[in-house]
Each structure stands twice: as structure tokens, then as C-alpha cells.
């Protein structure tokens, strides 16, 4: 028997025309390095966005699943860019502007971008790539920025404002099937070449309304969320999308996001929630403590992208910030699990439940899959792959696999899982705690060591800024794990001391006897730690390793 209820499809639009009429006086406020930021009310952004389809299609010719690209940072054009692009039925594809120009180039050729729309400050990145992006036949630019370059290339070249004067106001969103592409990201690329996810509008709808509950980020119009994250790494975790629907104010950092205009700009916004990898709060820590600031205003914290050391957990604390761990993906939308204690816990007895991965929402099912392909229980104990399915979860990849050769098993089971290469348990009341990315996960003598364990308790020495922990060969274990260490300013190595400080914690058997100092730690293109590259380093020599008896 079928049900007796409507059928409407759940589109990008209809977010944003919720967005621009019922909280239509809510803003996006962009920083722009001036006393005043720009700010724009949901109305107006909504107004422009039906402008920017009408130039879109009436100009450029767009039509529907025609990729527009954005190189763009945070900020209220790229908000507009955000809904408009989809909302007419194109596929908006979001350039991550941190990568290495061969990746970029890759990637516009593999999603075959016909548009680009660019911040003006980001032209001196765009231009040299033009010439090999042979797909592209529009540059729209918004802002200030040195446009001489591009006039000698095969493009034609937009002011945004212009573009969008004088444009009708109301653009007539077609009625599209909501399992249609709306919005496509590549996978940074941590492990290994970029792979191109296809977001639906109905996983994006579904994953905002996820975002939006309380067990998740549950903001409410009274909230102003600081979108560190950038809008390239997968949709900013959904925030655009999220706030439409619930009338979040959104303050946008366009390309201030060093550590000293962050920490101002909390200060003046007094911003309730914000969302940023742990290198963003490491930096923001280091900041805080040289040049004291008030950032009590930030009730609550996503923190994810990587694991969240304890150790800056605590220093949250103590500035009266909470950080709520969150565990997701490229391919995941990326909301996977967010680390809310369950109810009734005193602080320490909360204090376990926050530094695990989290739980998961209703959307996501998960399994672990041990290594001969068994389920394993959720115990507490058994580690296996974490694989993940549910109506926000990558099936697939854009047109194969992207670069790197990858046969789809590796990736997606026989049934219909994504396999998530992160390794880990769950509890009994269904925590999930990642011990390692397979990958990184360091094979001694038969048994797995977790570079993150390590990681974790290194940058609990008050000597160490930045730590990270890879495998490298070893003739006896097969791998053992290097140790590479960022100090504090003023301090100075002492090996023996921090491996003893490590023993305290972790199993005699686990602890590193090769040892460096390092000048920092090389980060990918969204802040995580780059393991590839220090693996590479060791291997070139490159590295002055102390290796303890
Ligand atoms: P890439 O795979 O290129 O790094 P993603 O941003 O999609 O790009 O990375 C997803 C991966 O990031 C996850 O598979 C996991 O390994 C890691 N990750 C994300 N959040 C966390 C977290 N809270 N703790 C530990 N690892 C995390």
C-alpha cells in the first residue's frame, strides 16, 4: 500500500527561498580586514542569488548539469555562488585553492568546468592555470584583484557586479528531480589523487537538516556561527546550507585566517559557534596565549578533520570554549558523528565520551569490518575498518575513480558500503573512537601501533607545539614509528625525557626509538597533517633522526 503524503522534491532552492523570506533579516557577515565587516541580510543574498541565475543563464548560456566552479574564500558572493549555482540545476563545484596547481588543473579537467567564478585576490592563482583548462570559456570575478593577465587568454572575463546590475529579481527554479547532481568536491587528497563526489540536492537537504539538530550542531537563529572551514572543504561541513534553514547568522573570514585577525574578529562578533580543524585552534591557541583575547563567546566548537588532541581540548576548557568532536568526510557530506555526551554525566565522567569520535546520527548506519571480512561486535575492543552507509554517503565517484588507480572494491563494498579507510572501535552505546587511518596505522611485529595514540600524548608535554608520528621500515618489525616533534619557543629536546613522559601512558613496546625535531609539522591542502610527505622525507635522508637505545 502506498502512503497517503505529498511528494516534494527536497531541493537547494527551496533552502534558500526559506532562507531569504523566513529569516530573511538574519546576515552574513564577511571580514574584510576594514573596522566594519561587509554584512548582507539572507534577503539581499537571496535577491542577488536569483540575479547571479539570470546572468548565468541569460549571459553565459548555463544550463542545467553545466559545472560552475568557484576559487573563492569564505564570503557572502561565494554564499550566493552556493545556491544560485544549483538552485538553476548547473552543479556547482567548489576548487579547493590550497592545492598544488597540477591537482587544480586536474581536477577542472575532470569535472570539465565551464565557468569559473574567482575572488580577485585569488587571480594570480587562476591565471597561469587557464591555459590548461581548455573547458573553460568564463571567468567571473568578484572583487579587487590584477585582471591583466587574462587578457590575453581564450576567456571571456566578468565583473561579478556588473554581471548581476540590473538583472530580473525573480528567477523561475525549475522543478528538478531531487536525486540530481547539485554541488561536487574533491577529496583533499591525504591519501592519495583527488576523487570527485557528486552531492544530490537531496543529500544535501537532508544532511542541512542533520547539521541543524540539537545532537548535532543545533544552532537556532539566535546563533552566529565563525565559518572557519572553508567553503572548498566539503561545503564548509554543510554550514551554508544548515543556517538557511534555521536563520544562523554566518561571519566569514574571506582570506583572514591567520590566527591574529581570527582572534579579533571573535573578540568584536562575539560569534557563538564556530567550525575549523585542530591546526586552526592550535594556531588560535598559540595566539591567545602571547596576546590574551576573550573567546568565551564561542559556547560550542565543531572541531574535526583530524583527531583533536586532548591536550588542546583542555586549553579550551579553560578559556571557557567547549570543542565537540566530529568525525566525517569528502564522501560523507561530511557529518558522520559528533561527540555529545550522553545526558547526566558530570564533567569527568564526560570527559572519555568527548574525546571520542562521537556518536551517530539517525542518517548514518555504521559496521566494523574486521580484516578477514567479518562484523565485528561493538564491544569497545575490536577494531576493524569503519564503514558507513545512508543518504549523505558517496556511492560512488564522478567518473571513475579520478588519477590515482583504485579499483571501486577498495572503496565501496559488494552491498553497498563505503568503506571509510579509518580504523577504530565502537562502544557498547555506540561511541566511535578511531585509533588510525589504515594507512597510517604503524604494523610492528604483527601487532598495529596508532600514530595517533602517540600524537595525542606527545602534545600533551608542555614542551611539544606539534606532533606527528609515521611508520617507517624497520629490518626487525617490518615498521616502527618515527617520532617527529614541533617544540614551544624557549624549549629545548630532551628525547629520553619525552619518551619516558610517553611511558606513562602507552605500552613500553610502542614507544618510538627514532626521534627529530622538525620547524613544523607539513600540512595538506585543509590543515590536516601530511604523513605522505614526512614518509618522504625520511626516506630522501632528509630528516635528522636520533635514534634512542
Ligand atoms: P582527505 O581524505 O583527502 O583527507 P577528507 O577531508 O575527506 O579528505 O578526510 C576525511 C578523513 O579525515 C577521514 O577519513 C578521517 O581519516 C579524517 N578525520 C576526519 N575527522 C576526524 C576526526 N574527528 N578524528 C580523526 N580523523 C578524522
Request: hydrophobic share 40%; with cysteine.
Amino acid at each position: 500500500m502506498l502512503s497517503t503524503m505529498q511528494d516534494v522534491p527536497l531541493l537547494v532552492s527551496r533552502i534558500l527561498q526559506h532562507g531569504m523570506t523566513i529569516h530573511g533579516s538574519s546576515q552574513v557577515s564577511t571580514w574584510t580586514g576594514e573596522p566594519e565587516p561587509q554584512r548582507r541580510s539572507f534577503a539581499e543574498i537571496g535577491t542577488r542569488t536569483h540575479r547571479l541565475a539570470h546572468a548565468l543563464r541569460d549571459e553565459l548560456g548555463v544550463r542545467q548539469d553545466e559545472r560552475v566552479a568557484t576559487l573563492m574564500w569564505n564570503n557572502a558572493e561565494h554564499v550566493e555562488a552556493y545556491f544560485a549555482i544549483p538552485s538553476m540545476g548547473a552543479v556547482l563545484h567548489t576548487l579547493n585553492l590550497r592545492l598544488p596547481p597540477e591537482q587544480l588543473v586536474f581536477i577542472v579537467n575532470h569535472a570539465a568546468d565551464r565557468v569559473v567564478f574567482v575572488n580577485g585576490s585569488l587571480l594570480p592563482l587562476l591565471v597561469p592555470l587557464l591555459p590548461h583548462l581548455p573547458t573553460v570559456e568564463h571567468v567571473i570575478v568578484s572583487g579587487p584583484g590584477d585582471r591583466s593577465g587574462l587578457e590575453a587568454l581564450p576567456v571571456r572575463v566578468h565583473d561579478y557586479e556588473d554581471l548581476i546590475a540590473d538583472r530580473p529579481t525573480a528567477y523561475p527554479w525549475p522543478e528538478l528531480d531531487e536525486r540530481q547532481a547539485a554541488a561536487m568536491c574533491y577529496t583533499s587528497g591525504t591519501t592519495g589523487d583527488p576523487k570527485g563526489v557528486v552531492y544530490s540536492h537531496r543529500s544535501i537537504y537532508l544532511h542541512s537538516m542533520q547539521v541543524n539538530m540539537t545532537e548535532s550542531m543545533g544552532l537556532t537563529g539566535r546563533d552566529t556561527t565563525l565559518v572557519v572551514v572553508p567553503q572548498f572543504h566539503v561545503n564548509a561541513w554543510g554550514l551554508p546550507h544548515a543556517t538557511f534553514m534555521t536563520g544562523v547568522n554566518m561571519l566569514m573570514p574571506d582570506r583572514f585566517l591567520q590566527p591574529g585577525p581570527l582572534a579579533e574578529m571573535i573578540e568584536r562578533e562575539k560569534p557563538s559557534h564556530a567550525a575549523a580543524v585542530p591546526t586552526i585552534w592550535q594556531g588560535l591557541l598559540a595566539e591567545v596565549t602571547a596576546n590574551p583575547r576573550d573567546l568565551s563567546s564561542m559556547k560550542q566548537v565543531t572541531i574535526g578533520g583530524s583527531a583533536c588532541p586532548p591536550a588542546l581540548m583542555e586549553a579550551y576548557d579553560r578559556l571557557g570554549v567547549r570543542l565537540c568532536h566530529a568525525w566525517g568526510m569528502t564522501e560523507t557530506s561530511p557529518l558522520g558523528t559528533m561527540a555529545h555526551p550522553p545526558a547526566g554525566l558530570t564533567a569527568e565522567e564526560e570527559w572519555p565520551y568527548r574525546l571520542t569520535q562521537g556518536r551517530f546520527p539517525a542518517g548514518v548506519e555504521a559496521r566494523l569490518v574486521g580484516p578477514g571480512g567479518d562484523v565485528l561486535p561493538w564491544d569497545g575492543a575490536s577494531a576493524g575498518e569503519l564503514e558507513v552507509r545512508g543518504n549523505w554517503i558517496a556511492a560512488a565517484y564522478y567518473n571513475g575513480d579520478g588519477a590515482e588507480p583504485l579499483r571501486p572494491e577498495d572503496k565501496f563494498s559488494a552491498d553497498g558500503w563505503l568503506k571509510t579507510g579509518d580504523v577504530g572501535v565502537i562502544s557498547a552505546d555506540g561511541y566511535l573512537t578511531l585509533t588510525d587511518r589504515a594507512k597510517d596505522v604503524i604494523k610492528s611485529g604483527g601487532e598495529w601501533i596508532s600514530s595517533v595514540e602517540l600524537e595525542n600524548a606527545l602534545m600533551a608535554h608542555p614542551d611539544v607545539a606539534e606532533a606527528a608520528v609515521v611508520a617507517v621500515p624497520d629490518e626487525k618489525w617490518g615498521e616502527r614509528p618515527l617520532a617527529t616533534v614541533v617544540l614551544k619557543p624557549g624549549s629545548t629536546v630532551d628525547y629520553d625525557a619525552l619518551r619516558a613522559f610517553l611511558g606513562e601512558t602507552i605500552a613500553k613496546w610502542q614507544l618510538p626509538e627514532r626521534w627529530t625535531v622538525i620547524d613544523a609539522v607539513p600540512k595538506t591542502s585543509v590543515g590536516k597533517f601530511d604523513k605522505k610527505v614526512i614518509r618522504k622525507q625520511y626516506a630522501d635522508g632528509a630528516l635528522e633522526v636520533t635514534t634512542l637505545g
